[in-house]
């Protein structure tokens, strides 16, 4: 296999902090070639940093130019997924996106459409994938120990979590707030455990109590008067074939703890808690708790871009692909749909 030409577009935190190092790690596979950022200056300096040669802040100069890639691995912005991930695909390049996949369901059908019709690989950085404890559990249930699942409780919740940076209180940038920044990552894991369907049907509410009074903040202070997105979020998915879903996500929510970030999957024959690892069972007559005290670590960001890769190279991989993004988006947008139908 020949290397892979990487371009990267976007070069702020998830570049320089997640995506950069793993490629960094895979010079046999792939060599980061460009960046291209809204500020030159900034690009460039991200470029000298990871020993990049090529720098722009226009894509489309990029596709023209000796930086031309073979890839390209989007991290901009939530609104600027759709925009410079479909230009990629014209351009005859595999595209390895950010999450979420789009703003919304339409941009992320329109994506893996394109990339159907290219014959290119579009997949999406859902990254908690490749942890150790949702590895073994998903290898536990590939044994039908858990029987069928038929419920699954999914939590990613802050206490005062509003970040006071970046966009995540922007509608329009960013989509949305707690569902689409976070309840995303954990709607991934659990979809994962039941087939990645649609569901039937969905019902939903979103709050913005505490984002728009304001108030301590634990990831910095922030304006309540530009906040415009959910500081929190609950629904309820309904399945065919009778799974059901609650997933519950918050930027700010007035509870104990932090952060509590869990899966609580129930199946016929066993539940299990995602974090720390525990199946719950009956074994020989009397009911067990099982733990997994030796799971190690893994790079989750590394193990999902070496799936990225793979992929590309026609390999099966672990990873969110266009299809299930585009199923994962839909959902999202049905949750915000049945909060908005109050
Ligand atoms: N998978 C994860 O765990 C994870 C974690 C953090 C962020 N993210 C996602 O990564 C994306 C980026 O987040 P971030 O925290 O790196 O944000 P960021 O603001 O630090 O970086 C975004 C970058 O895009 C650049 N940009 C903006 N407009 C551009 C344009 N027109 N052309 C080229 N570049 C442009 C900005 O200059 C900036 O450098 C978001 O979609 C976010 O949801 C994912």
Known sequence: MSILKAAIIG?????????????????????????????????????????????????????????????????????????????ALENGCHVFCEKPPAMNAAQANEMADL???????LAYNFQRRHSPEYTALKNYHSLGKLG?????????????????WGNFTNKAIQGGGA????????????????????????????????????????????????????????AYLSFPGNVSMMLSTSFALNMEEEDVVNLEVFGTKGGAKLYPLSVHTEIAGELADIRFPHLGDVDIQLENTIAFLDLCEGKPANICDAAQGAVLQSIVEQIYQSAANK
């Open 11 to 87: 070069g702020g935190h998830i570049a320089d902090q997640n995506h950069l190092p793993a490629l960094a790690k895979l010079p046999e596979r792939v060599q980061v070639v460009s960046i291209c950022s809204r500020d030159i200056n900034k690009a460039r300096a991200l470029a000298d940093k990871h020993g990049i040669p090529f720098a722009y802040d226009k894509a489309d100069e990029m596709y023209q130019a000796e930086g031309r890639p073979d890839i390209v691995i989007n991290c901009t912005a939530n609104n600027l997924h759709y925009p410079f991930t479909t230009q």
């Open 148 to 164: 069928e699942v038929y419920h699954i409780k999914a939590h990613y919740l802050r206490r005062r979590g509003i970040p006071g």
């Open 115 to 121: 990339a159907r019709q290219k014959g290119l690989i």
């Open 179 to 234: 569902m689409i920044d976070l309840g995303v990552h954990i709607l991934d894991l659990a979809l994962g455990l039941t087939g990645y369907q649609l569901p039937a049907r969905v019902v939903a509410n979103t709050y913005d109590f505490i984002g728009k009074a304001g108030g301590k903040g634990l990831k910095g202070s922030w304006n309540p008067e530009s906040f415009e997105v959910e500081d929190a979020c609950f």
